[in-house]
């Protein structure tokens, strides 16, 4: 029963992920249109990438963590563990990925203002 639950909680997380990374894709191209060239917008959008990587791996190995801790540390029944994790991670995923956003988008300010 953990292993199935541990699994739809990996798989709903990703699909939160992704997701949302896909809106805050759009949103931050859409942002960065106003610069000339795409080499300006090039090291925000290298940011973003990297971001999330970082956060899907990190939330989705984490949802998964957390209910086998709460499962087998607290003994709750997996499929609460599942969704007491996927409710926590999906919050947690969807902020860390605004402000990736939010962080690319700084970071093609600051640098398209250094020039």
């Known amino acids: 029963m953990n292993i199935i639950a541990s699994i739809l909680t990996f798989l709903i997380i990703l699909a939160i992920n992704l997701g949302t990374t896909i809106f805050a894709y759009g949103f931050m191209i859409v942002a960065m249109n106003g610069f000339p060239t795409s080499d300006s917008v090039q090291p925000g959008i290298t940011l973003f990438n990297i971001w999330v990587i970082v956060s899907i791996i990190l939330m989705s190995v984490l949802s998964v963590s957390t ?5 087998k540390k607290i ?17 947690v995923s969807v902020i860390s990925l605004v402000v990736g956003t939010f962080a690319a988008l700084a970071l093609v300010s600051f640098l398209w203002e250094m020039r």
Do not use: D, E, H, M
Not at 67 to 71: G, P, R
Not at 75 to 85: E, Q, R, T, V
């Open 75 to 91: 003994k709750l029944n997996p499929f609460l563990a599942g969704l007491i994790s996927t409710i926590l991670f999906s919050v």
């Open 67 to 71: 209910v086998l801790l709460l499962s």
